[in-house]
Protein backbone atom coordinates (compact mmCIF):
# COMPACT_ATOMS: atom_id res chain seq x y z
CA UNK A 1 0.00 0.00 0.00
CA UNK A 2 1.26 3.06 -0.73
CA UNK A 3 2.01 5.67 1.82
CA UNK A 4 3.04 9.10 2.29
CA UNK A 5 3.98 11.04 5.40
CA UNK A 6 4.87 15.06 6.44
CA UNK A 7 7.15 16.19 9.18
CA UNK A 8 6.35 18.07 10.43
CA UNK A 9 2.53 18.46 11.16
CA UNK A 10 3.21 22.09 11.94
CA UNK A 11 6.45 24.97 11.14
CA UNK A 12 6.12 28.66 12.48
CA UNK A 13 9.38 30.75 11.27
CA UNK A 14 10.21 33.90 12.16
CA UNK A 15 10.71 36.12 8.60
CA UNK A 16 13.60 35.77 6.98
CA UNK A 17 14.15 31.39 8.77
CA UNK A 18 15.42 29.01 6.42
CA UNK A 19 14.25 25.64 6.97
CA UNK A 20 12.80 22.14 5.51
CA UNK A 21 10.16 20.24 5.38
CA UNK A 22 9.62 16.68 4.75
CA UNK A 23 7.76 13.99 2.80
CA UNK A 24 8.81 10.48 3.20
CA UNK A 25 6.89 7.73 0.72
CA UNK A 26 6.74 4.19 0.65
CA UNK A 27 5.33 3.97 -2.84
CA UNK A 28 6.18 1.08 -5.81
CA UNK A 29 7.82 2.53 -8.38
CA UNK A 30 7.78 6.25 -8.13
CA UNK A 31 5.99 7.77 -11.08
CA UNK A 32 6.07 11.40 -9.87
CA UNK A 33 6.34 13.23 -6.86
CA UNK A 34 4.04 16.61 -6.45
CA UNK A 35 4.14 19.55 -3.97
CA UNK A 36 0.51 21.80 -3.56
CA UNK A 37 0.43 24.98 -1.39
CA UNK A 38 -2.55 24.99 0.23
CA UNK A 39 -4.33 28.44 1.55
CA UNK A 40 -7.31 28.37 3.93
CA UNK A 41 -10.51 27.93 2.68
CA UNK A 42 -8.89 27.17 -1.39
CA UNK A 43 -8.14 24.33 -2.96
CA UNK A 44 -4.63 23.00 -3.23
CA UNK A 45 -2.70 24.86 -5.74
CA UNK A 46 0.60 23.06 -7.91
CA UNK A 47 3.91 23.81 -6.96
CA UNK A 48 6.22 21.44 -8.21
CA UNK A 49 6.35 17.53 -9.87
CA UNK A 50 9.19 15.53 -9.08
CA UNK A 51 10.12 12.39 -11.53
CA UNK A 52 13.55 10.69 -10.54
CA UNK A 53 16.18 10.75 -7.31
CA UNK A 54 18.26 13.43 -7.42
CA UNK A 55 16.32 16.43 -9.20
CA UNK A 56 15.48 19.67 -8.19
CA UNK A 57 12.78 22.45 -8.95
CA UNK A 58 13.07 25.97 -7.80
CA UNK A 59 10.22 28.89 -8.03
CA UNK A 60 11.16 31.92 -6.12
CA UNK A 61 11.92 30.83 -2.24
CA UNK A 62 11.16 27.27 -2.68
CA UNK A 63 13.24 24.65 -3.69
CA UNK A 64 12.42 21.31 -3.94
CA UNK A 65 14.38 18.38 -4.19
CA UNK A 66 13.92 14.44 -4.25
CA UNK A 67 15.51 11.61 -3.35
CA UNK A 68 15.14 7.35 -3.49
CA UNK A 69 13.02 7.71 -0.44
CA UNK A 70 11.89 11.42 0.54
CA UNK A 71 11.36 14.83 -0.86
CA UNK A 72 12.08 18.30 0.59
CA UNK A 73 10.84 21.12 0.37
CA UNK A 74 13.64 23.77 1.22
CA UNK A 75 12.11 27.66 2.00
CA UNK A 76 14.68 30.26 1.88
CA UNK A 77 14.30 33.89 3.78
CA UNK A 78 10.74 33.17 3.83
CA UNK A 79 8.00 35.85 3.98
CA UNK A 80 4.34 36.29 5.72
CA UNK A 81 2.70 35.39 1.99
CA UNK A 82 4.45 32.02 2.36
CA UNK A 83 2.32 30.60 5.29
CA UNK A 84 0.05 27.96 4.24
CA UNK A 85 -0.25 24.13 4.34
CA UNK A 86 2.66 22.28 1.81
CA UNK A 87 0.86 19.08 0.68
CA UNK A 88 2.57 16.48 -1.25
CA UNK A 89 1.44 13.99 -2.92
CA UNK A 90 3.26 10.97 -5.05
CA UNK A 91 2.28 8.30 -7.68
CA UNK A 92 3.29 4.87 -8.02
CA UNK A 93 3.86 2.94 -11.21
CA UNK A 94 0.84 1.11 -10.99
CA UNK A 95 -2.00 3.66 -10.18
CA UNK A 96 -3.32 6.38 -12.30
CA UNK A 97 -4.53 8.12 -8.62
CA UNK A 98 -2.49 10.05 -6.37
CA UNK A 99 -1.43 9.16 -2.88
CA UNK A 100 -1.09 12.86 -0.66
CA UNK A 101 0.28 13.31 2.91
CA UNK A 102 -1.65 15.32 5.73
CA UNK A 103 0.44 18.53 4.97
CA UNK A 104 2.39 21.01 6.98
CA UNK A 105 0.90 23.72 8.33
CA UNK A 106 3.52 26.50 7.78
CA UNK A 107 3.82 30.25 9.85
CA UNK A 108 5.57 32.98 8.63
CA UNK A 109 5.98 35.19 11.33
CA UNK A 110 7.14 38.84 10.72
CA UNK B 1 -10.09 29.59 -19.16
CA UNK B 2 -12.11 29.49 -15.90
CA UNK B 3 -10.53 25.67 -14.71
CA UNK B 4 -11.84 24.08 -12.22
CA UNK B 5 -15.15 25.32 -10.68
CA UNK B 6 -17.53 23.76 -7.94
CA UNK B 7 -20.88 24.64 -6.67
CA UNK B 8 -22.41 25.08 -4.24
CA UNK B 9 -19.42 26.48 -1.80
CA UNK B 10 -21.27 25.79 1.56
CA UNK B 11 -24.04 23.56 1.99
CA UNK B 12 -26.01 22.61 5.38
CA UNK B 13 -28.02 19.01 5.08
CA UNK B 14 -29.99 17.51 7.49
CA UNK B 15 -29.16 13.63 7.82
CA UNK B 16 -30.72 11.53 5.23
CA UNK B 17 -30.81 14.22 3.15
CA UNK B 18 -29.87 13.48 -0.46
CA UNK B 19 -27.65 16.09 -2.84
CA UNK B 20 -25.22 16.42 -5.45
CA UNK B 21 -21.83 18.48 -5.82
CA UNK B 22 -21.33 20.44 -8.56
CA UNK B 23 -17.87 20.25 -10.69
CA UNK B 24 -17.11 21.44 -13.82
CA UNK B 25 -13.77 21.75 -15.96
CA UNK B 26 -12.99 23.92 -19.53
CA UNK B 27 -9.61 22.34 -19.82
CA UNK B 28 -10.69 19.62 -22.02
CA UNK B 29 -9.23 17.34 -19.34
CA UNK B 30 -9.66 13.35 -19.06
CA UNK B 31 -9.44 12.61 -16.11
CA UNK B 32 -11.62 13.99 -13.31
CA UNK B 33 -11.79 13.43 -9.42
CA UNK B 34 -13.42 13.91 -6.08
CA UNK B 35 -11.96 13.89 -2.95
CA UNK B 36 -12.38 14.45 0.93
CA UNK B 37 -10.49 16.71 3.21
CA UNK B 38 -10.55 16.10 7.05
CA UNK B 39 -8.16 17.46 9.95
CA UNK B 40 -5.20 15.22 9.98
CA UNK B 41 -6.21 12.94 7.25
CA UNK B 42 -4.78 14.87 4.13
CA UNK B 43 -6.96 14.29 0.96
CA UNK B 44 -8.48 10.66 0.24
CA UNK B 45 -9.91 10.13 -3.23
CA UNK B 46 -13.76 9.12 -2.89
CA UNK B 47 -14.48 8.75 -7.01
CA UNK B 48 -12.54 9.18 -10.06
CA UNK B 49 -13.04 9.09 -13.85
CA UNK B 50 -10.57 8.19 -16.83
CA UNK B 51 -13.04 9.80 -19.53
CA UNK B 52 -16.76 10.33 -20.34
CA UNK B 53 -19.08 7.23 -19.27
CA UNK B 54 -15.85 5.85 -17.37
CA UNK B 55 -16.06 6.03 -13.50
CA UNK B 56 -14.28 4.00 -10.63
CA UNK B 57 -13.80 3.96 -7.13
CA UNK B 58 -11.02 5.29 -4.90
CA UNK B 59 -10.59 4.85 -1.19
CA UNK B 60 -13.88 5.95 0.72
CA UNK B 61 -16.52 5.81 -1.86
CA UNK B 62 -19.39 4.22 -0.01
CA UNK B 63 -22.12 6.41 0.67
CA UNK B 64 -21.21 8.14 -2.63
CA UNK B 65 -22.05 8.30 -6.62
CA UNK B 66 -20.59 9.66 -9.67
CA UNK B 67 -21.25 9.88 -13.06
CA UNK B 68 -19.60 10.88 -16.37
CA UNK B 69 -22.06 11.98 -19.05
CA UNK B 70 -19.77 14.83 -20.76
CA UNK B 71 -16.18 15.54 -20.70
CA UNK B 72 -16.50 18.80 -18.61
CA UNK B 73 -18.76 17.60 -15.55
CA UNK B 74 -18.42 14.77 -12.90
CA UNK B 75 -20.91 15.64 -10.40
CA UNK B 76 -20.75 13.95 -7.24
CA UNK B 77 -24.44 12.58 -5.23
CA UNK B 78 -24.91 12.00 -1.77
CA UNK B 79 -27.31 9.78 -1.38
CA UNK B 80 -28.28 9.75 2.38
CA UNK B 81 -26.09 12.12 3.81
CA UNK B 82 -24.67 11.42 7.69
CA UNK B 83 -22.44 12.99 9.98
CA UNK B 84 -19.57 11.34 8.81
CA UNK B 85 -19.58 13.01 5.48
CA UNK B 86 -19.11 16.79 6.76
CA UNK B 87 -16.07 17.69 4.98
CA UNK B 88 -14.88 19.67 2.65
CA UNK B 89 -15.22 18.38 -1.11
CA UNK B 90 -12.58 19.00 -3.52
CA UNK B 91 -12.83 18.29 -7.72
CA UNK B 92 -9.76 18.14 -9.46
CA UNK B 93 -9.31 17.59 -13.42
CA UNK B 94 -5.51 16.47 -15.47
CA UNK B 95 -4.80 15.34 -18.80
CA UNK B 96 -4.09 11.97 -17.17
CA UNK B 97 -4.49 10.37 -13.71
CA UNK B 98 -0.91 10.76 -12.69
CA UNK B 99 0.15 13.95 -14.22
CA UNK B 100 -0.34 17.59 -12.69
CA UNK B 101 -4.41 17.94 -11.22
CA UNK B 102 -5.78 20.72 -10.47
CA UNK B 103 -8.45 22.01 -7.95
CA UNK B 104 -11.12 23.10 -7.62
CA UNK B 105 -12.06 25.90 -4.91
CA UNK B 106 -13.96 22.99 -2.42
CA UNK B 107 -17.57 23.13 -1.26
CA UNK B 108 -17.96 22.78 2.94
CA UNK B 109 -20.28 20.66 3.57
CA UNK B 110 -22.02 20.30 7.14
CA UNK B 111 -24.45 17.46 7.62
CA UNK B 112 -26.18 17.85 11.05
Known amino acids: EDQVTQSPEALRLQEGESSSLNCSYT??????LFWYRQDPGKGPEFLFTLYSAGEEKEKERLKATLTKKESFLHITAPKPEDSATYLCAARSGSARQLTFGSGTQLTVLP | NAGVTQTPKFQVLKTGQSMTLQCAQD?????MSWYRQDPGMGLRLIHY???????DQGEVPNGYNVSRSTTEDFPLRLLSAAPSQTSVYFC???????????FGPGTRLLVL
Open chain 1, 27 to 32: VSGLRG
Open chain 2, 27 to 31: MNHEY
Open chain 2, 49 to 55: SVGAGIT
Open chain 2, 92 to 102: ASSYSGGETQY
